[in-house]
């Protein structure tokens, strides 16, 4: 698609061919606000006791969750830094900035209650999760902070969603249901953040070919780190979500290759000689078609809490 393509209005239902429709900062506030109005009315349920089927699966469950938690944390502390920078020039997009990371805060909580019914404890990070989110923690460029946690971000919606296809515990269902709703909706809302960011650095001396080189190569390198996680994480908690890590992996590598093949603005090259790996070709995901994870569409989507339906996502 061309970005002078007029885009579609229409709705998808399932697995339809739909060209991303951009939305404007003061949609995606409006949206917000609202969202945040209704966060206070949503509640674990106590009524349901957690079960396992042995104690490796509890401990998966507590790994999964923990993994989920520090993703949160991380989300929550970088939107909070970044609205902080982005006040000065784009107070809408500043407070949206908030509103997100209010979100992935609460989302923070949710999951420290969800741990705690559990029995299990937030742990310290360790080993290439440490070493990932310190890296993403030291990031200084507003554009690298961004892309970073869009990519975090679409690999938590899918590991979420897969989850949920396995995971039969109604209170860990629950807990699932309100990740892979949300994060929907923040994978879109990220990208417009990006689309905000690149503007404005693009159009300062900060801008320009070196800096465009260095974020492709940091879409490559993240995307490599998030494979081998997706291979250290089936240790930790396989025994709970029981995916595998062939559909993992290949689903990670599909999700964050189809990022931005419908976002040609933004002008990210997916890294083919991984596609290859995975039998997967650029024109192949391109062609595909489909409903466009990134898109205003998806955030329309799932922007209603009340009336998302997220096996629809
Ligand atoms: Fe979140
Ligand atoms: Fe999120």
Redesign the pocket.
């Known amino acids: 698609m061309r970005t002078s393509e007029k885009p579609s209005t229409s709705k998808p239902a399932g697995q339809i061919g739909v060209l991303p429709k951009q939305r404007s900062t003061a949609w995606w506030l409006e949206t917000l606000r609202k969202r945040e109005a209704r966060m206070g009315d949503e509640y674990l349920r106590r009524d349901v006791k957690l079960t396992f089927e042995s104690a490796e699966e509890r401990e998966a469950c507590i790994r999964f969750f923990n993994a989920a938690y520090r ?2 944390e991380s ?1 929550l502390a970088q939107a909070h830094a970044l609205a902080g920078r982005v006040e000065e020039w784009d107070p809408d997009l500043a407070e949206c900035l908030r509103l997100y990371g209010n ?2 805060g609460w ?1 923070r909580s949710l999951l420290t209650e969800f741990l705690g019914e559990l029995g299990g404890d937030i742990r310290p990070m360790s080993g290439l999760t440490q070493t990932m989110y310190e890296k993403y923690g030291e990031a200084k460029d507003m554009a690298t902070i961004v892309l970073t946690n869009l990519m975090f971000e679409t690999i ?1 919606a899918t590991t979420y969603r897969m989850a949920l296809r396995n995971v039969r515990a109604p209170l860990a269902r629950q807990m699932l249901t309100i ?1 892979t709703r ?2 929907a909706f ?1 994978v879109p809302l990220n990208v417009h953040f990006l689309r905000a960011v690149l503007a404005r650095t693009d159009a300062t001396r900060a801008g320009g070919l070196l800096h465009r080189a260095k974020l492709q190569a940091i879409y490559n390198a993240v995307f490599v780190g998030l494979l081998l996680s997706a291979h250290r994480s089936r240790k930790a908690a396989k025994a709970f979500d029981r995916i595998s890590f062939v559909d993992l992996s290949r689903a990670y590598v599909e999700n964050l290759a189809r990022l931005f093949v419908h976002e040609p603005d933004l002008r990210f090259e997916p890294p083919r000689a991984l596609l290859a790996i995975f039998g997967l070709r650029r024109a192949g995901l391109v062609a595909a078609g489909g409903f466009s994870p990134t898109s205003g569409d998806a955030a329309e989507l799932a922007a209603d809490r009340e009336h998302v339906a997220v096996t629809a996502l």
Do not use: I
Request: proline letters at 0%; a negative charge; glycine letters at 18%.
């Open positions: 993703a949160e989300g979100e992935e989302h938590g990740l949300d994060e923040h």
